[in-house]
């Protein structure tokens, strides 16, 4: 099975950079996706990492590290606009499409 | 750009009813999914779908689930008997499944489709 471990909520303050880090504890994995979810809307892919290390994607970066179960969403210069619900998902081996998604991180932006 | 579209935005209905969810994926795109989001809880894999059949599918998605490719474009989720605990948000995506690279693999959701069992 898959468990995801992510904190609930954080908060961060207009400009600033914010990290939200996620575990997870597997049967097998074959990557690590982040979504950015905010409320009432469809999540919005952010970030895929299969392979260990940092995956920079302007003011977004993730990283992965495969032998301790970690990842982290790194955002940098906040903006109002990125108060929204983080979510970390787990795909498992190749061959499985079954993608677990972690409950999320609702992240508010303060002025 | 390319996106998922799902019909309709909000759908009401009553327990016992059957209703019929669709979606239209990415034209390029071979496989296809549908997720739920109770509120407030965490987004949950229902079941996969490629080359005309259900390749994965979750405990959620037992007999009273469907999935139907109808056409060339459609991709739709039938829920037979609704019961009070299917009120969701039904989502789908879709992924393009080709040989190598990561992006392929992305799953691209669509807005969502609210249903709720009175």
């Known amino acids: 099975g898959q468990n995801i471990d992510q904190p609930t909520e954080m908060t961060a303050t207009e400009g600033a950079i914010v990290q939200i880090n996620c575990t997870y504890q597997?049967?097998?994995?074959?990557?690590l996706f982040w979504y950015q979810q905010h409320a009432g809307e469809a999540p919005t892919f952010l970030s895929y990492n299969v392979l260990d290390g940092l995956e920079e994607k302007g003011r977004f970066s993730s990283f992965l590290s495969r032998s301790k179960g970690y990842s982290y969403l790194l955002l940098k210069e906040l903006q109002m606009k990125d108060s929204a619900s983080y979510l970390c998902?787990?795909?498992?081996?190749?061959?499985?499409?079954?993608?677990?998604f972690g409950t999320g991180t609702k992240l508010q932006v303060i002025p | 750009e390319p996106e998922v579209t799902q019909t309709p935005s909000h759908q009401v209905t009553q327990m016992g009813q059957e209703v019929i969810l669709r979606c239209v994926p990415i034209?390029?795109?071979?496989?296809f999914y549908w997720y739920r989001q109770i509120l407030g809880q965490k987004v949950e894999f229902l079941v996969s779908?490629?080359?005309?059949?259900?390749?994965?599918k979750s405990e959620i998605f037992d007999d009273q689930f469907s999935v139907e490719r109808p056409d060339g474009s459609n991709f739709t989720l039938k829920i037979r008997s609704t019961k009070l605990e299917d009120s969701a948000m039904y989502f789908c995506?879709?992924?393009?499944?080709?040989?190598?690279?990561?992006?392929?693999?992305?799953?691209?959701f669509g807005p969502g489709t609210r249903l709720l069992v009175l």
């Open positions: 034209s390029n795109h071979l496989y």
């Open positions: 995506a879709s992924s393009e499944r080709r040989s190598g690279g990561l992006a392929e693999e992305t799953q691209y």
């Open positions: 779908f490629y080359n005309n059949e259900i390749s994965e």
């Open positions: 998902a787990v795909r498992p081996p190749r061959g499985y499409q079954k993608v677990t």
């Open positions: 597997t049967s097998g994995f074959n990557g």
